[in-house]
């Protein structure tokens, strides 16, 4: 058995990160979010997504015209993330786990015409 599959057999909450394994021993994060948990952790970095979600969301329904549905489905989730559902804490942590294996398309072409293809 390799190292690495020793640790995920020890640490269920140890995360893959491209071809690296993070587990939860890192360092406590500072004050502005629960100091009494780690931050490195999959609820830490899911919980920071969706605060870093939460900030996006609530800036662009001030400055774009989006619909009142959307408004009305986004005000739902602004909430703590420790009061959110399993289900959407569930859809952080895969989105979070998502983020961390997948690389970004930086030449991506985006369209803004509005049109589709």
């Known amino acids: 058995m390799s190292e690495e599959e020793e ?3 020890i640490d269920p909450d140890a995360w893959r990160v491209g071809d690296s394994l993070i587990r939860g021993e890192l360092p406590y994060h500072g004050d502005s979010v629960d100091s009494a948990k780690p931050l490195y952790t999959p ?6 997504a969706h605060r870093l ?3 996006w969301s609530q800036h662009i329904a001030e ?3 989006i619909s009142e549905d959307r408004l009305e489905r986004w005000k739902q989730l602004w909430i703590p993330y420790e ?3 399993e ?3 569930e859809d952080d942590r895969r989105l979070v786990q998502r983020f961390l294996s997948e690389k970004p398309d930086y030449d991506a ?3 803004t015409t ?3 293809e």
């Open 53 to 55: 979600w939460t900030h």
């Open 83 to 85: 009061d959110l559902s």
């Open 43 to 48: 609820d830490g970095i899911a919980e920071l």
């Open 7 to 9: 640790i995920e057999d």
């Open 63 to 65: 400055e774009e015209d």
């Open 87 to 89: 289900e959407d804490k």
């Open 114 to 116: 509005g049109d589709p």
């Open 109 to 111: 072409e985006i369209d």
